[in-house]
């Protein structure tokens, strides 16, 4: 029989596996599961003081979601509501902006420990505003992240923001299906509704498709679409002139099954407003666009109660894809 050289390593005894854990590990297993229930408790009691969460998305940047987002919390806030939104762009934060608030930062509570909380700004009618951009040393400042790091910050958005008691919570999502959509479908498993923003471009509506498949994936209920940009009436002969197409989303959202929630007009003052911080549908109330978006708030908001309602009790963390 040979003999083992000497240094040689003994081969480990049968049934043993290199790999395995000792009790150190297993302990910071079990630490890691137990942040990971705290965490998901207090979600729970986050989300579980805000009635409706209405997610806003696209499946292609520059239609103007984030424009319809901010409008929307300030056209639910100016009926009384109690509105939050949640900038959910972590890279490209835009919603300040468009409120107002580009350059303030984020405070915390006063309270100590692991109790301390951020505290949302508070924007024009009281909504309540966290994003990204308040936690930002300049609004200069690049987030170079991937996706763990972009779960993980809307995560923290759920577990230490101060939202409080709202009647909606609007949760202004990126453009098309990545990280941060698959991250608050995750956490937001009560979600009241999805509203899909589109342009009457095909180009546009080819990516709405998309954007729909996503959503009925995650067992999401989708409340409707709104086409932005619908056409433009001159100030001066009062002829309408379609820019782009005419009908093509109403047509797309009927093939689709889904509701349409009206078309928004181009406005110069749209944009003019947003860049000034002030959203367009709190002032102006006779022109064509902000009577067009005050109807598809209503539509939004009669949607949004039949969502809630069809859904039953013992499945409302469940989700559902129709209303």
């Excluded at 297993?29 to 729970?44: D, G, L, T, W």
């Excluded at 409120?99 to 009281?126: F, I, N, Y």
Aim: proline share 7%; hydrophobic share 35%.
């Amino acid at each position: 029989m040979a003999k083992k050289k000497s240094g040689e390593k003994q081969a480990q005894p049968s049934g043993t596996c290199p790999s395995a854990k000792g009790p150190a590990d297993e302990q910071a297993q079990y630490e890691a599961f137990q942040r990971r229930v705290e965490e998901a408790k207090a979600i729970e009691r986050t989300l579980g003081q805000i009635e409706h969460k209405l997610i806003v998305l696209s499946g292609k940047g520059g239609v103007g979601k984030s424009t319809v987002a901010t409008n929307l919390a300030a056209a639910l806030a100016a009926e009384g509501n109690k509105v939050g939104i949640l900038d959910a762009d972590i890279t490209g934060p835009d919603v300040p902006k468009m409120l107002g608030l580009e350059g303030q930062k984020a405070k915390v509570s006063e309270a100590a420990g692991p109790d301390q909380m951020l505290e949302p700004l508070t924007g024009p009618l009281g909504i309540k505003v966290m994003s990204t951009s308040f936690l930002l040393q300049s609004s200069d400042t690049a987030l170079v992240w991937r996706g763990p790091m972009k779960m993980g910050i809307i995560k923290e958005f759920f577990v230490h923001v101060n939202w409080g008691k709202l009647d909606y919570l609007i949760i202004d999502l990126p453009p098309g299906t990545s990280d941060e959509p698959l991250s608050i479908a995750q956490y937001v498993k009560d979600c009241t509704g999805v509203v899909i923003v589109t342009t009457p471009q095909e180009v546009s509506l080819l990516d709405i498709s998309k954007a729909v498949t996503f959503t009925k994936l995650l067992k999401l209920p989708i409340i409707g679409i709104v086409e932005n940009m619908s056409g433009f009436t001159c100030p001066h002969c009062g002829k309408k002139v379609d820019i782009f197409k005419s009908g093509s989303t109403e047509k797309a959202a009927k093939g689709m099954g889904i509701p349409y929630l009206g078309a928004i007009p181009i406005d110069p003052d749209i944009s003019t407003m947003g860049d000034s911080g002030t959203p367009f549908v709190s002032s102006k109330k006779d022109a064509p666009s902000v009577k067009a978006f005050k109807d598809i708030v209503g539509r939004v908001e009669k949607l949004a109660a039949v969502c809630e309602g069809s859904r039953p009790a013992k499945d409302k963390s469940k989700g559902n894809s129709e209303c």
